[in-house]
């Protein structure tokens, strides 16, 4: 494996991370060396600038000029992680057209540690061809807010029995990929896009490291809950079908329900006529079918506003300066 021409190139996203970029550069410099020595690799770099309105771009113009390995797109506006990573894989795949190239995503803060990048390609040089891709996923989520933990569980429980492309619980899109595995991604055709699923969706061989959780290095999370929630949703619908399944069976299940109810009332509207009541019951079965209506509704409309983004074709990103 001693080929002194392979590059490792890395893809990060950035929003608004003029307080980690430095730090970013210094903990990549400082792998460098050891990834030199022992794999052949030089360290190049892919940064999107995700519309910043910080320095960011400034501190992305400067490291491309003292490191001409160190590449940098920038959107014209923030168009979010997932158009971050397309992007970044699709420039990387382009700017480092080695065969044997390797490419690693990883976020600006530093919760991807750059020190584990020798663990991940030696996995990957000592699996040879037949590991793809060497990930990583959190052991442990320390330091994250519990309610915000129970959810990530509950997620990854739920999308793992509602969906073939199976994901593990703590999984990072930090990992290394041969070129392969990036073209496979970059070449999906859709428009809504959930990488944590469709990094896995390939099937490549994976190789997993555990570490341990940590913190944001400056700057703050780019997530809130409610972010987080409608990540999930896109997760489940762009991943599965179950949602549409469910409330087919749950319509059938009530429909069959009202039937044996049916000839419940009318058996006994014979035997014992029919005194005006049941204004109780009647108002409990039409909130409760016309929710159950809406719900049903609800879903399919959030299906249909899928097949909307994909039918009108629009990039996911506008470049404005790239080097
Ligand atoms: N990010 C981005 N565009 C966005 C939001 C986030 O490019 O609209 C980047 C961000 O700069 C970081 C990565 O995505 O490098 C992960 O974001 P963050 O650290 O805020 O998420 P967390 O680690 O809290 O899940
Ligand atoms: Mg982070």
């Not at 420039?91 to 080695?98: D, N, Q, T, Y």
């Not at 409990?284 to 299906?303: A, E």
Request: proline share 4%.
């Amino acid at each position: 494996m001693g080929d002194s021409t392979r590059a490792l190139c890395c893809i990060v996203p950035c929003y608004n991370e003029e307080a980690s970029l430095p730090a970013l550069f210094d903990a990549l410099a400082e792998v460098s060396p050891a990834l030199g020595r022992e794999f052949g690799l030089t360290v190049g770099c892919v940064l999107v600038d995700d519309g910043s309105r910080d320095r960011t771009l400034e501190l992305l113009r400067a490291q491309n000029a003292v490191d001409p390995n160190c590449h940098y797109v920038s959107f014209t506006r923030n168009f979010g992680k997932e158009a971050g990573l397309l992007a970044g894989m699709a420039e990387a795949l382009r700017l480092f057209p080695g065969e044997d190239d390797l490419f690693v995503i990883m976020d600006a803060d530093l919760q991807d540690p750059p020190s584990l990048l020798v663990d991940m390609v030696r996995a990957l040089d000592e699996g040879g061809d037949d590991v793809d891709v060497a990930a990583t996923y959190r052991k442990s989520r320390a330091g994250e807010p519990p309610i915000r933990s129970a959810f990530s569980h509950l997620f990854y429980r739920l999308m793992n029995s509602i969906s073939d492309v199976s994901m593990r619980d703590g999984a990072r899109d930090f990992r290394v990929m041969r070129r392969r595995v990036v073209q496979t991604v970059v070449d999906l055709p859709e428009r809504v896009r959930f990488s944590k699923g469709l990094l896995m969706w390939g099937g490549f061989r994976t190789e997993w490291i555990g570490y341990e959780n940590v913190e944001r290095a400056a700057g703050e999370s780019k997530w809130n809950f409610w972010g987080l929630m409608r990540y999930a949703i896109d997760g489940i619908v762009a991943f599965s079908v179950a949602p549409l399944e469910l409330i087919s069976v749950g319509g059938l299940v009530v429909f069959l329900l009202s039937l044996v109810f049916l000839l419940f009332i009318f058996v006994r509207a014979l035997l014992f006529g029919d005194p005006v009541a049941g204004w109780p019951s009647l108002v409990c079965l039409i909130t409760l079918l016309s929710g159950l209506q809406l719900l049903g509704l609800g879903v399919v409309g959030l299906y249909l506003s899928k097949i909307y983004a994909e039918t009108k074709r629009r990039p996911l990103y506008v470049i404005r300066e790239e080097r």
